[in-house]
Nanobody, 118 residues
Framework: QVQLVESGGGMVQPGGSLRLSCAAS????????NAWFRQVPGKEREGVAC????????YYEDSVLGRFSISRDNAKNTLYLEINRLNPEDTAVYYC???????????WGKGTLVTVSS
């Protein structure tokens, strides 16, 4: 059974950092593309970052380039998102996803809430 479970969200002050984790089970993360998305209530879900299968090439949306870092630990079968220099506009529920394409993910976690507030 494919399962993705996010953790690491919480409340942080502007300028702070967080590391989100996504533990996968039922499949190997590096057999597929993996990605992080986020959604603000009332708005559409948007992609944040993606890492390709096997080669591990990364891609970032312009809004997070230089502040976010996606990585994967194949031994732990876990996906990570390091978030730095957080600002209130980063407040959202963050989801990890996996599939054959960044534009067509097949499986999703339930999300973890990140709140940036002073």
């Amino acid at each position: 059974q494919v399962q993705l479970v996010e953790s690491g969200g919480g409340m942080v002050q502007p300028g702070g950092s967080l590391r989100l984790s996504c533990a996968a089970s039922g499949f190997r993360l590096n057999d597929y593309a993996n990605a992080w998305f986020r959604q603000v209530p009332g708005k559409e879900r948007e992609g944040v970052a993606c890492i390709s299968s096997s080669a591990g090439n990364t891609y970032y949306e312009d809004s997070v380039l230089g502040r976010f870092s996606i990585s994967r630990d194949n031994a732990k079968n876990t996906l990570y998102l390091e978030i730095n220099r957080l600002n209130p506009e980063d407040t959202a529920v963050y989801y990890c996803a996996t599939g054959h394409s960044y534009y067509g993910m097949d499986y999703w976690g339930k999300g973890t809430l990140v709140t940036v507030s002073s």
